[in-house]
Nanobody, 121 residues
Framework: QVQLQESGPGLVKPSQTLSLTCTVS??????????WSWIRQPPGKGLEWMAV???????FYSPSLKSRTSISRDTSKNQFTLQLSSVTPEGTAVYFC?????????????WGQGTQVTVSS
């Protein structure tokens, strides 16, 4: 059973950098052929895909966020991390980490519970 758990600050001030970590258990983030993503959902809005890191370490970002988004991993800890710089109040959202399967497509089969992040001074 694969489990994902988000962790990080619940409150971030505008212009600062948000850093969130997803800890994975029950499966390795280097196992073929899975990929690992960050998705967020602002209040009253739909899900917004942000970034992905594949089992090989390759990365890809949403074009609208690429300039200030970074996804990385620590394979020794079986974790992957999201960094979003220069946050604004529009960054207030529930942030999820999730696993995808290349064999299935773009659908995510496992999700973390989500963590609320509020951007406010």
């Amino acid at each position: 059973q694969v489990q994902l758990q988000e962790s990080g600050p619940g409150l971030v001030k505008p212009s600062q950098t948000l850093s969130l970590t997803c800890t994975v258990s029950g499966g390795s983030i280097t196992s073929r052929y899975y990929y690992w993503s960050w998705i967020r959902q602002p209040p009253g809005k739909g899900l917004e895909w942000m970034a992905v890191i594949g089992y090989s370490g390759s990365t890809f970002y949403s074009p609208s966020l690429k300039s200030r988004t970074s996804i990385s991993r620590d394979t020794s800890k079986n974790q992957f991390t999201l960094q979003l710089s220069s946050v604004t109040p529009e960054g207030t959202a529930v942030y999820f980490c999730a696993r995808g399967d290349y064999g299935v497509g773009s659908e995510f089969d496992y999700w973390g519970q989500g963590t609320q992040v509020t951007v406010s001074s």
